[in-house]
């Protein structure tokens, strides 16, 4: 396996294993300790920082699934991108400041990941569809209520 | 022969460079049947052709006349090319069906591309609509995640 297929492999494996299975030693073996996870909203520093988001949302929303596919995946040596659609069975605690609305969410994304000169995960920066996720959990009426 | 990764960037870089600084968006750069599949901004259909990549770049060129493109990163691989991006601009003209704020906009997002014959076949956006609604005032920021 040359090193674009295993990119290719490794940004699978992120989405399938730790997204969608919880498995934190999947994070262990695929990401450098000083892993950056970064969305519009936040900036997670650290390997640990990025589990504790893994556990929380998938705490918050049931059945959480992220899929893609080898076709929506992108890759180079130390670069690769993805694009994913992201769901769950019900939304059933607060996220962000908006509580439970138990609706099930559906939304599309995509994240651009870079690598060291080993393979692992340095940095995960995400463009997900937030206006949409909002919409479907009230988020957004929430937020003109507050 | 088939255009090679880094030839189908720069036709990517070239197309999306000229349609948001200057506003001419080159069909000479797209296939016949290209596609847009972006819904920004309230777009309900993906037509192909030309016309659909003029709307969204008229659209957002309309409200912010002095729009740039700022290229973050690019990826590009086989018949797929990958931008992250941001676009500026000064909101005089009413950003998606809003009063125009006069604010000064920054908003970012990812185009992926497919490649056909060296022309741009079909494109797919992920933009930060939700950030954009904040900068304006439209939804308060929430707290973190």
Same mark, same amino acid.
């Given at each position: 396996?040359?090193?674009?297929?295993?990119?290719?492999?490794?940004?699978?494996?992120?989405?399938?294993?730790?997204?969608?299975?919880?498995?934190?030693?999947?994070?262990?073996?695929?990401?450098?300790?000083?892993?950056?996870?970064?969305?519009?909203?936040?900036?997670?520093?650290?390997?640990?920082?990025?589990?504790?988001?893994?556990? !929380? +949302?998938?705490?918050?929303?049931?059945?959480? &699934?992220?899929?893609?596919?080898?076709? =929506?995946?992108?890759? /180079?040596?130390?670069?690769?991108?993805?694009?994913?659609?992201?769901?769950?069975?019900?939304?059933?605690?607060?996220?962000?400041?908006?509580?439970?609305? !138990? +609706?099930?969410?559906?939304?599309?994304?995509? &994240?651009?990941?870079?690598?060291?000169? =080993?393979?692992?995960? /340095?940095?995960?920066?995400?463009?997900?569809?937030?206006?949409?996720?909002?919409?479907?959990?009230?988020?957004?009426?929430?937020?003109?209520?507050? | 022969?088939?255009?090679?990764?880094?030839?189908?960037?720069?036709?990517?870089?070239?197309?999306?460079?000229?349609?948001?600084?200057?506003?001419?968006?080159?069909?000479?750069?797209?296939?016949?049947?290209?596609?847009?599949?972006?819904?920004?901004?309230?777009?309900?259909?993906?037509?192909?052709?030309?016309?659909?990549?003029?709307?969204?770049?008229?659209?957002?060129?309309?409200?912010?006349?002095?729009?740039?493109?700022?290229?973050?990163?690019?990826?590009?691989?086989?018949?797929?090319?990958?931008?992250?991006?941001?676009?500026?601009?000064?909101?005089?003209?009413?950003?998606?069906?809003?009063?125009?704020?006069?604010?000064?906009?920054?908003?970012?997002?990812?185009?992926?591309?497919?490649?056909?014959?060296?022309?741009?076949?079909?494109?797919?956006?992920?933009?930060?609509?939700?950030?954009?609604?904040?900068?304006?005032?439209?939804?308060?920021?929430?707290?973190?995640?």
């Amino acid at each position: 396996m040359d090193r674009i297929e295993e990119n290719t492999e490794h940004i699978q494996r992120f989405f399938d294993e730790i997204w969608s299975a919880g498995n934190m030693e999947t994070v262990d073996e695929l990401c450098d300790p000083q892993f950056q996870f970064i969305l519009a909203f936040a900036h997670l520093d650290g390997r640990e920082a990025f589990k504790n988001l893994v556990r !929380n +949302n998938r705490r918050i929303f049931e059945n959480l &699934t992220y899929k893609t596919t080898p076709d =929506d995946i992108v890759t /180079t040596d130390l670069k690769g991108a993805a694009f994913w659609n992201m769901s769950t069975t019900k939304h059933s605690d607060t996220w962000r400041n908006v509580p439970a609305s !138990n +609706n099930p969410v559906a939304i599309k994304g995509m &994240t651009f990941f870079r690598f060291n000169e =080993d393979g692992k995960f /340095t940095e995960a920066r995400v463009q997900n569809d937030v206006i949409s996720m909002m919409k479907q959990i009230n988020g957004i009426k929430m937020l003109y209520d507050s | 022969m088939a255009n090679t990764p880094e030839q189908n960037n720069a036709v990517c870089v070239e197309f999306f460079d000229t349609a948001w600084n200057t506003g001419n968006v080159r069909a000479d750069l797209l296939t016949a049947d290209a596609v847009d599949h972006s819904f920004v901004g309230g777009k309900a259909k993906s037509e192909p052709g030309v016309g659909s990549f003029q709307h969204i770049v008229g659209m957002f060129r309309h409200a912010m006349p002095d729009i740039h493109l700022t290229m973050l990163d690019q990826i590009y691989a086989a018949d797929k090319v990958v931008h992250r991006w941001s676009l500026t601009g000064t909101d005089t003209g009413g950003v998606m069906g809003m009063p125009p704020s006069g604010k000064q906009l920054t908003f970012t997002g990812t185009t992926t591309v497919r490649m056909a014959d060296g022309k741009i076949a079909e494109r797919w956006a992920n933009v930060d609509e939700l950030g954009l609604l904040q900068q304006l005032g439209v939804v308060p920021p929430p707290p973190g995640a």
